[in-house]
């Protein structure tokens, strides 16, 4: 069992930047591989970004490649998304998500078995 909590969502003007944090209760951290989620309102949870469990892998959604970077720091069992150059469309519920069993990352929103809470980003315009 994994426990994710996120945090360093909030109000934000488009241009500017912003870095979520993902803090992992698992002992097993290092064996996951690790994503990041958006759920805008009135639409479904989409993949934004995600690494492998040695970190030698990354992948992005097409949307927020060159303005995002998903990393992770094992000592600490942290996941970070540096998000810059926001735009308004990037408005919604971030969430991170751990993928058991398999530590290959994926896109795929089903791959993932444990879920943060989620942390909501509003970029003004």
């Known amino acids: 069992q994994v426990q994710l909590v996120e945090s360093g969502g909030g109000l934000v003007q488009a241009g500017d930047s912003l870095r979520l944090s993902c803090a992992a209760s698992?002992?097993?951290?290092?064996?996951?591989?690790m994503g990041w989620f958006r759920q805008a309102p009135g639409k479904g949870r989409t993949f934004i970004a995600s690494i492998n469990w040695n970190g030698g892998n990354t992948y992005y959604a097409d949307s927020v490649k060159g303005r995002f970077t998903i990393s992770r720091e094992y000592a600490q069992n942290m996941l970070y998304l540096q998000m810059d150059s926001l735009k308004p469309e990037d408005t919604a519920v971030y969430y991170c998500?751990?993928?058991?069993?398999?530590?290959?990352?994926?896109?795929?929103?089903?791959?993932?078995?444990?879920w943060g809470q989620g942390t909501q980003i509003t970029v003004s315009s």
């Open positions: 998500a751990a993928r058991h069993f398999v530590p290959v990352a994926t896109m795929a929103l089903e791959d993932y078995t444990y």
């Open positions: 698992a002992r097993t951290f290092g064996t996951y591989a």
